[in-house]
């Protein structure tokens, strides 16, 4: 039996390990709760037909356009703003007691199930928003939304009898600023949102015929 000696030199290293930081979505891992936050840079370019953040329900998932959220029927879902709740409990949905403009919103965060125990009051959607607040620097912003039946559609029951597009024009606009009142101590932020909506509506209603009038 004989013994053989090798001799094993210590080689270069050839890899390297690299760890970056990025800006990703990142694994959400304190609780179960299942839903979305969106900052205010990114609502206003988000679809809201009457500009309010409510409709954002809508678009979370396991949402219906109608308002149902996982399930649960259309008054349990919860509305609040800066910790005050403004659920419109009577009209359900994505309703609520004020007018919530985009503008006005800082952040919009809104948990479809699964809620934490900072929610839980129904088993619908739970949405909290915080409101838009001053700051040191001078900020504001303007918006106008027009609608117009010149460039809609008719609608086909509309067609079907040989009526015309209705007369509709619909604007809404408005403006929001905020700045320092005394640096670093007190701000002002103020939201104006307005709209003009002349329109004409139809009513469709069975009514007698002549043979039914005449007995």
Do not use: C
Request: glycine letters at 10%; zero cysteines; aromatic letters at 8%.
């Amino acid at each position: 039996m004989s013994t053989e000696d090798f001799k094993l030199e210590v080689g270069q290293s050839t890899q390297t390990v690299v760890v970056t930081a990025e800006a990703r979505v990142e694994l959400q891992t304190v609780d179960a709760t299942v839903g979305n936050v969106i900052p205010s840079s990114k609502l206003p370019t988000l679809p809201t037909f009457t500009r309010q953040v409510n409709e954002l329900l809508t678009l979370q998932p396991a949402a219906t356009p109608a308002g149902e959220v996982a399930g649960a029927r259309r008054d349990q879902s919860t509305l609040t703003l800066d910790g005050i709740d403004v659920s419109n409990n009577s009209s359900g949905g994505t309703a609520s007691y004020m007018y919530l403009g985009v503008e006005g919103v800082e952040e919009y965060r809104v948990g479809v199930a699964n809620p934490n125990a900072s929610f839980g009051r129904g088993a619908g959607g739970q949405v909290s928003l915080i409101g838009r607040r001053g700051e040191n620097r001078l900020h504001g912003a303007g918006f106008w939304y027009h609608q117009n039946d010149n460039l809609n559609a008719n609608t086909w029951t509309r067609n079907r009898i040989g009526l015309r597009k209705p007369e509709a024009k619909d604007n809404r606009y408005g403006a929001r600023v905020s700045g320092p009142i005394i640096k670093d101590h007190t701000f002002f932020f103020a939201n104006w949102d307005a709209r003009r909506f002349p329109r004409a509506t139809t009513v469709t209603r069975i009514v007698p015929t002549d043979t039914l009038r005449n007995g």
